[in-house]
């Protein structure tokens, strides 16, 4: 009797809704004129990319209406004469929307189409004496523009042989932004944030400098980011937010500690926000989906292992039975690389060799 109860009050999983995700993209990208595309206009490259990527790990990117010829059209049109890509046309660079614009490029398979030599030219321009990158030219620095730099050196094939880029430095300057409780900030000496964290863990894997990183520690402050809720926060005494599942999760899997948190409550998490009406996930269970936490999302189920067990964080052996069952979820799906953002075999495709750590245990 006690085996009967315990199964009776075990929670069903929420099923992986794909085809509605899929349909919330397909119409968030034809539907140029809705409010969320007129919202979003100053920083489509971005969510283009999002839309995309999301598509491709659910290995639905070449379904009918994703005219791949046409949006490589709209990128090169918002290339500028120094190389930079704005986040839409007319409007000006930066290397935020750069580096969207060469992931889409890669997704669509038109990394050829673009000035490889032009847009490392643009990066170059705004790497600074102490290794830092400034966004554009404002000059604003942050630890998202060092990554996005040498992300987008790496996928333009041009990561040591760019003229005028050092890459040490600028791995040097990533690691001066690291704190005393093993996490990074957005500048030396500002807080530490787990979104600031992937991209300096990022950055460091891409220059394969990841003894500058005190791992035991970082992965410590990385656990201690999930929630009772199961979802993981960007700093201490924040919400949980879906898209902490790829920030944190990508860290961890570069780190090779992903079963530092409960993977199971995490998945469980990500599901739960899922619109299972109209497609798309959100921040958080009950809210609006957007594009932005339907990619990030997906991501994170991809890190988890949960479509096919292939991911980082699967490295238990599973049954034949679960791991059939894993596959049927998403028949299709393509395994995200934590580094670059973009299915792992394109990266190996393009052949990119960023630096990971073996798995450890806590």
């Known amino acids: 009797m006690a085996d009967f109860v315990a199964k009776e009050n075990v929670e069903a999983e929420i099923p992986f809704e794909e085809q509605k995700h899929t349909d919330f993209i397909l119409t968030l990208y034809q539907q140029t004129t809705s409010f969320e595309q007129l919202m979003m206009e100053h920083l489509r490259m971005s969510a283009v990319y999002w839309g995309l990527a999301g598509l491709a790990t659910m290995g639905k990117d070449n379904v009918e209406g994703i005219n791949k010829p046409e949006l490589v059209e709209w990128v090169l049109s918002c290339q500028h004469d120094g190389g930079g ?3 839409n046309t007319d409007q000006d660079p930066h290397m935020l929307y ?45 630890t998202r523009f060092s990554y996005c730099a040498l992300s987008c050196l790496a996928l333009l094939g041009r990561l040591r042989t760019a003229e005028g880029v050092d890459v040490d430095a600028a791995a040097e300057f990533v690691g001066r932004c690291r704190n005393f409780d093993g996490g990074y900030g957005c500048v030396p000496g500002a807080e530490s944030h787990a979104g600031q964290v992937f991209t300096c863990v990022g950055a460091l894997s891409i220059a394969h400098r990841l003894d500058l990183c005190d791992t035991e520690l970082l992965g410590w402050w990385l656990s201690e980011r999930q929630c009772d809720a199961g979802g993981l926060n960007g700093r201490p005494e924040k919400q949980a ?29 990500i599901l739960k926000c899922q619109d299972r009406e109209d497609g798309g996930v959100s921040d958080r269970p009950g809210n609006v989906a957007d594009v932005f936490h339907t990619f990030f999302g997906v991501a994170g189920l991809s890190l988890l292992g949960y479509f096919d067990g292939a991911a980082a964080a699967a490295a238990a052996a599973v049954g034949a039975e679960e791991e059939e069952g894993r596959r049927r979820r998403c028949p299709g799906h393509r395994v995200i690389d934590p580094v670059f953002a973009l299915p792992a075999d394109l990266v190996a495709a393009l052949g990119l060799r960023a630096q990971t750590l073996p798995p450890s245990s806590k």
């Open 98 to 142: 750069t580096l969207s614009a060469v992931q889409i490029l890669a997704l669509c398979g038109a990394l050829d189409q673009v000035d490889g030599d032009k847009v490392a030219g643009y990066i170059a321009s705004l790497q600074q004496p102490d290794g830092s990158f400034w966004g554009d030219k404002w000059g604003e620095v942050d």
């Open 241 to 269: 937010d879906v898209c902490y599942s790829w920030w944190i999760l990508s860290a961890l899997s570069i780190l090779g500690k992903v079963s530092w948190i409960n993977t199971d409550r995490l998945r469980d998490f």
């Open 85 to 87: 890509f704005g986040g």
